[in-house]
């Protein structure tokens, strides 16, 4: 439900709606602008968010489908996902293959019933028997094995699991890769990375909630523990509500994000037994209004002091109240360099009260504090993204900051991330607002970060790239982020942090939070599809071989060389068989140099589709002329048709080696993929059963070859192999001039 509310120190944190994990503070002031972003409107509580401090009475606006989370839910449920472009591509093969076969099968038809070659139940046996020999039977047997296989590999050694087959190969075709900053980019956890005091700047390592890091000035390691800078660790920790904990050696907080981060320099810095001594007597908890938070504390020798920690400026008033003399300018330039760095900027000071309290109030403060020192905020961007971000630029994968947060703050994370290369661009969610839906689809293509963004620009944003012929994938963990993470070609939720929202609307969740795990996946993809093509690549002309071996049978009204059984057996016995070799094959060293392949990208290009006709014609000419030469030699029907099933298998076990990598069959790039020797072997063993053993002879009218047959078969498979490496030489010497 959404409230308009009469607050006290009422702070709502909204990361379920905005991603944004630090709590917002709420008034019940009317707002001057009507259009503002979910993170800015600071007058309405929101259904799922939680209190985390103050009170407030509110009134019920919104109910069920008119509330945030229920605008969010109906754009899930609308959302329509679109086929990946594995299935796009396999689709419009198969049905040009089948216009192919069925064309050919037509002219046939025509052809024998002109020429009255063949009776009428004898040419439609023919004819069906040459659509079944061209048809790849193999095909989705081993497209599903591979994809199968390389969704148990992501799982078991990439973490992550997919939800369906096809998205495994999805992610290498992606070109655009939008992501949600808080908890994906970075580690969703505040710390501090800068400390400013007696105008000297120090630098503190170590990120999240983990204490452990060391002081820096000057980029060098200092063991300085000045008076001053305890005083000021003291402040951070004393002025704080919240709690940080350990748990199987996760260090995380109950509180304020920000006070969670002065909880663990203190550990960082601070000796434990500082803290011990000193007794928390009263709390002055933060409020909008004053923006600070003050605590009374009791020190061993009986003396009391308050801490003060808050904004900036109201602390340089403290200052000054002190110390005429403060020197506000230079501090000011300070803070506001450190939030131009996307920093969140807080000082502290203390004082020493005139007489022992027992409570604190705002009154006790008014004769002002002595500065301590300004601190630097930051969620800190993850170690591993920036490796994996610089691994997709090289990529051509364009990545895209999504986030609820603060342009500033968004543009300065990506700059230290390395978010695209040159000059970022940024639009916040209001401005987006206002484009027209051809606007929209350049703003989407153009900029790289969206800050102020609600759930709906984030949906609205995939569509505009989707329009622009993108293939996107969409990262994210909370409940904002479902509608998109549906309706993108893939969507990504975070495994441990992500909401049940998000991993229902993702076809993919990393089980590690680690948005490096992308850039692997990606390379897995790429390598998937690599296969899948190489397998097709393999697979049709060989199968193509044996329809041509009928259909030229037909046309020249010659004897049928080849038994349907004999047919069956090449097609999906040896097929198959030696199509697994594909599944373990390792990915090509270029895979992360590629760009992305177009959304209109065809499974087989022209000059591929024009290998494929060569070798089918070749593989089908080298079969006949061989079964010609062996009749003409004297040889019986049944030794001729023998031999000829073993060339047709033998040729395709040479095509295997030109198939399997873009370098040459005779280099060390034939020796990667040891399982393919075993497979090859495997089918070899197969032949020799099916031409020597009695019981296979008689189920697919086979005979023993001699060694002269033997030696034909080597030759005329090594053949193709001869003539598909001749046409691979010539194409890299093409590739080698052009570049």
Known sequence: MRHRSNSLDLRIEEATLTGEADAVTKHAEPLEEADLPLAEQTNMAFSSTTVVNGSGLGIVVATGQKTELGKISTAVATAKTRPTPLVKEINALGKTVSICVLGAAVLLFILGMLFETYSLPVLTLAIVTMIVGSIPEGLPATTSVILALGVADLAKNKNAIVKSLPSAETLGAVDVIATDKTGTLTKNEMTVTDIYFDERHFSVSGSGYAPTGALFINRKPTNEREAKLKKLLLAGYFANDTTLTQNDDIWTINGEPTD?????????????????????????????????????VKLPNGTQKIYLKGA????????????????????????????????????????????????LTHEHLQSGFSFLGLVGIIDPPRPEVIAALREMNKAKVEVKMITGDAPLTAAAIGRQLGLAPGELQTITGPIWDQLTPEQ????????????????????????????????????????????????????????????????????MILTDDNFATLATAIKEGRRIYDNIKKSILFLLPTSFAEGLIIFLTLLFDQEMPLQATQLLWINLVSAITIQFAFIFEPGASDLMKRPPRKSNHQLISGREMLQLGYVSLLIALVGLGAYEL?????????????????????????????????????????????????????????????????????????????????????????????VTELDKFFKLRLAHIKN
């Open 630 to 722: 062996l009749i003409a030699t004297g040889a019986t029907t049944a030794l001729a048709s023998t031999a000829m099933v073993n060339i047709i298998v033998f040729s395709k076990i040479f095509y295997l080696f030109n198939i399997r990598t873009a370098e040459s069959a005779f280099s060390r790039a034939s020796f990667t993929n040891k399982k393919a020797f075993g497979i090859i072997l495997l089918m070899i063993g197969l032949q020799l059963g099916l031409t020597y053993l009695p019981f296979m002879q008689n189920a697919f009218s086979t005979t023993a070859m001699q060694l002269g047959e033997w030696s034909l078969t080597i030759i005329c498979g090594f053949s193709i192999l001869a």
């Open 260 to 296: 969670g981060a002065f909880l663990t320099v203190y550990h960082k810095l601070m000796p434990t037994k500082e803290q011990i001594n000193l007794e928390k007597l009263a709390l002055l908890p933060f409020d909008s209004f004053h923006r600070y938070m003050a605590s009374l």
């Open 312 to 359: 900036p400026d109201k602390v340089f008033n403290f200052a000054q109240q002190q110390d005429q003399s403060f020197n506000r300018s230079f501090w000011q330039a300070k803070a506001d360099q450190l939030a131009k760095q996307g920093k969140r900027v807080v000082a502290l000071g203390v004082i020493k009260p005139t007489e022992q309290l027992t409570k």
């Open 440 to 507: 929209k689809v350049e703003a989407a293509v153009k900029n790289q970060i969206f800050a102020w963004t609600t759930p709906e620009n984030k949906l609205e944003i995939i569509e505009a790239l989707q329009q622009k012929g993108k293939i996107t994938a969409m990262t994210g963990d909370g409940v904002n982020d479902a509608p998109a993470l549906k309706k993108a070609d893939i969507g990504v939720a975070m495994g441990i942090k992500g909401t049940d929202a998000a991993k229902e609307a993702a076809d």
